[in-house]
Structure formats: C-alpha cells, structure tokens
C-alpha cells in the first residue's frame, strides 16, 4: 500500500520516518531509506531530523532515476533485497513518474512517503499533488504550530530578519541559502507575519 504522510515545516515528519525504520527494523524488517538527491541539508547520503535524529538512506534518487532500478542495484551490487517496506523522506520533491513508479510496486510492498502538501507560495509540489491523487493512504501529521499558537497550515520562507518571502524558486534548501522555513497558520501567513 501505498501512503503519503504530509505535515508543515517543523511537524516532525522526518523524526517520526526515522522512529518509524528504528521500529521495523527491530521487529527484524528490512527497510529501504530513500531520499531525493536535491536534499543537501546534512549532506548526500543523511536523512536529517531537526530533533538530531539521522539515519543514512539506502537509496539517493536524481529526479530520472528509477526506484525499482535503484532496487535491483542494491540487490546486485550490495547485496541488499527482500525488503518489505520502503520509507521517502522529502517526498514532494519526488517526480510525478516516480510516484506513479511506487503507486505500481505498493501492490507487494508497504511504501511511505514522508512530505509537505505545499510550497511556500502555497502551491502543489510535482510529488505533493501526485501522492494526493494515487497514495491509498493519506494522513496528516499532526503538531505543526504557528507561532500564535493555531494550527499551522502553511509553509512559510523567511529571511534571516524573519521576513517572509513570498517570491522566488520554488525549491531552496534552507541550509545553502539565508533562509528558514517555518509553519503558520494560513492567517498569518497570508499577512505576512511569521511572529508576533
């Protein structure tokens, strides 16, 4: 089956993956950690939480690859098969193909994607809308606040004086760049007020 597990910035999504592998992994479960390659916040290889959770991915994906050939290449080159489930940290940055890909091999395998709904403009990501649309499962993760105390619903791009910016590239990692993300409930994000 297929599932799509979706939050704002700062709701634990990648803790929860994370605590989620640990979990499988001692009941004697084999897991395959992927992540897309544009995630650079810890570096290539690092599935990063900001609780200080990490793990290293099995599975680095470029926007062409395939994941069952990704698969068979660990089976082949490092001996790792069999798995039962497959965990996407930073799934909307995955491509429409590559959903439609883990939609098709979730009919043998329990595959969970990790993500945001929207950017910062409130926009669909490519892997966002397509997870909407094919994952059987669809659930929030529940915890993202706005500094106000509500619910937050939107993802945010500050700047270092944490103004917020609601123009540029939809895709900037918030490690290579004088920004931050953060949560706000839709209020406040439409004013344009990322605190008090």
Not at 22 to 51: E, F, M, W
Not at 57 to 82: M, N, R, Y
Not at 131 to 158: H, S, Y
Request: aromatic share 10%; proline share 2%; glycine share 8%.
């Amino acid at each position: 089956m297929l599932h799509f597990m979706y939050g704002v910035m700062g709701s634990s999504k990648t803790a929860q993956l994370l605590m989620q592998r640990y979990n499988l992994q001692q009941l004697g479960l084999k897991v395959a950690l992927v992540k897309p390659a544009i995630d650079t916040r810890a570096g290539a290889q690092v599935v990063y939480s900001r609780v200080g959770l990490n793990a290293e991915a099995e599975i680095v994906l470029a926007p062409h690859h395939s994941i069952k050939e990704q698969l068979l290449w660990l089976a082949v080159q490092k001996a790792h098969s069999g798995f039962q489930f497959i965990l996407v940290d930073e799934a909307q940055f995955l491509s429409a193909d590559q959903v439609k890909e883990l939609a098709d091999m979730a009919e043998n395998l329990e595959i969970y994607c990790y993500g945001l709904r929207t950017d910062f403009q409130g926009n669909f990501f490519e892997g966002s809308a397509a997870l909407f649309r094919l994952a059987e499962d669809i659930q929030e993760v529940p915890g993202g606040l706005c500094w106000c105390g509500k619910k937050a619903t939107m993802n945010t791009r500050t700047d270092k004086d944490g103004n917020v910016i609601k123009e540029g590239a939809q895709v900037l990692i918030d490690n290579q760049a004088a920004i931050k993300y953060v949560g706000l409930c839709y209020k406040h994000w439409r004013k344009g007020m990322s605190h008090a």
